[in-house]
């Protein structure tokens, strides 16, 4: 998601069949991306930046970006090499809370530049508690909520796993088996709804009249409100995919235990445009080279001044339990 605005305009610069889209491409001359999702639970948080112009966007190198909070001292982030992307990872530390008034300010080699101020939310709600289950390679979560009842409140749910394995492989040749352990984690692990009422605005097995972009929309991005709390407390219910627990260069080893094995639900206390913007996203299905047409009519939110893109901030609410050892063959 945090290079969702990149996404979301390689596919409205490439593709001619969406109509009315309230968003407005960039000259031939391009602009400044900045795409950033901060939140109170990070002390390093990381600002993602580009060009964009009527047929691409690219990643901008060598930028300079500063950041500071309610006006005290410009923090220059630092360029992350990652390898090739859409967009590049500049990273700054810093401590967020409620109330901090944050800046971003990009420019580059060309004189080019943009800016983006967002304020921190106050925390409307709170993670009771987080009860676990495993069904059939699924590690399902059921988190009740508590909400403050006084406003329309928006949230976002998000899944961190960090864990110690040890792995099995075979000596080449000789079929010897032998042990040896990792240490690793995962942030930002996809959650899935089965129809959870919560999650589809109220309505089981689709989006009602209540809902931004309307019916049939798939939330990936677990964004919801305090709309259907009941009293002011909700019980939402969510699951992972089990195998997308671990990293990556590990799938091809044996999993013979896990220990230290936890993971940290998130409640993101968002803004309304943030939750707007995240709906939009929610109306692309990318899989591979395919995609589904975004339903419309839909307002694709931004809020960098002088060029493109979204940057947000949350406040967060985490809870971190201990999930049973698993078995897992990857």
């Known amino acids: 998601m945090r290079n969702g605005i990149g996404i979301l305009?390689?596919?409205?610069?490439?593709?001619?069949?969406?109509?009315?889209?309230?968003?407005?491409?960039?000259?031939?001359?391009?602009?400044?991306?900045?795409?950033?999702?901060?939140?109170?639970?990070?002390?390093?948080?990381?600002?993602?930046?580009?060009?964009?112009?009527?047929?691409?966007?690219?990643?901008?190198?060598?930028?300079?970006?500063?950041?500071?909070?309610?006006?005290?001292?410009?923090?220059?982030?630092?360029e992350v090499m990652v390898g090739s992307k859409p967009q590049v990872e500049y990273r700054f530390d810093a401590v967020l809370n409620p109330g901090d008034k944050v800046s971003i300010d990009v420019s580059d080699d060309d004189g080019r530049t943009a800016s983006a101020e967002v304020e921190v939310p106050e925390q409307t709600g709170e993670i009771v508690s987080i009860d676990t289950s495993s069904v059939e390679g699924k590690v399902c979560f059921s988190i009740k909520i508590r909400d403050n009842r006084n406003s329309?409140?928006?949230?976002?749910?998000?899944?961190?796993?960090?864990?110690?394995?040890?792995?099995?492989?075979?000596?080449?040749?000789?079929?010897?088996?032998?042990?040896?352990?990792?240490?690793?984690?995962?942030?930002?692990?996809?959650?899935?709804?089965?129809?959870?009422?919560?999650?589809?605005?109220?309505?089981?097995?689709?989006?009602?009249?209540?809902?931004?972009?309307?019916?049939?929309?798939?939330?990936?991005?677990?964004?919801?409100?305090?709309?259907?709390?009941?009293?002011?407390?909700?019980?939402?219910?969510?699951?992972?995919?089990?195998?997308?627990?671990?990293?990556?260069?590990?799938?091809?080893?044996?999993?013979?235990?896990?220990?230290?094995?936890?993971?940290?639900?998130?409640?993101?206390?968002?803004?309304?445009?943030?939750?707007?913007?995240l709906w939009t996203l929610n109306t692309f299905q990318v899989s591979g080279f395919h995609m589904s047409e975004m339903m419309e009519p839909a307002s694709i939110p931004m809020n960098v001044s002088g060029g493109y893109g979204f940057v947000s901030v949350s406040s967060c609410d985490s809870k971190t339990i201990g999930l049973k050892r698993q078995y897992l063959r990857l």
């Open 9 to 78: 305009l390689m596919l409205l610069l490439t593709t001619s069949c969406y109509r009315e889209v309230t968003f407005e491409l960039p000259g031939d001359e391009g602009g400044i991306l900045i795409n950033a999702q901060l939140s109170t639970a990070d002390k390093n948080h990381s600002v993602f930046v580009g060009t964009c112009s009527p047929s691409k966007v690219s990643p901008l190198h060598s930028a300079e970006v500063l950041c500071s909070v309610n006006g005290g001292e410009r923090i220059k982030a630092e």
């Open 152 to 277: 329309r409140n928006y949230y976002m749910l998000t899944l961190d796993h960090s864990f110690k394995a040890v792995l099995q492989d075979i000596v080449p040749y000789e079929g010897t088996v032998f042990d040896f352990e990792v240490t690793g984690s995962r942030k930002g692990i996809r959650l899935f709804n089965e129809n959870d009422p919560i999650l589809s605005g109220g309505h089981v097995g689709g989006f009602g009249a209540d809902d931004i972009i309307g019916s049939g929309v798939e939330n990936v991005n677990c964004v919801f409100t305090n709309l259907h709390f009941n009293d002011g407390v909700a019980t939402v219910n969510v699951y992972a995919d089990s195998t997308m627990l671990y990293d990556d260069d590990i799938i091809d080893y044996y999993i013979s235990g896990v220990k230290d094995n936890t993971a940290t639900i998130s409640l993101h206390c968002i803004s309304k445009m943030e939750f707007d913007y």
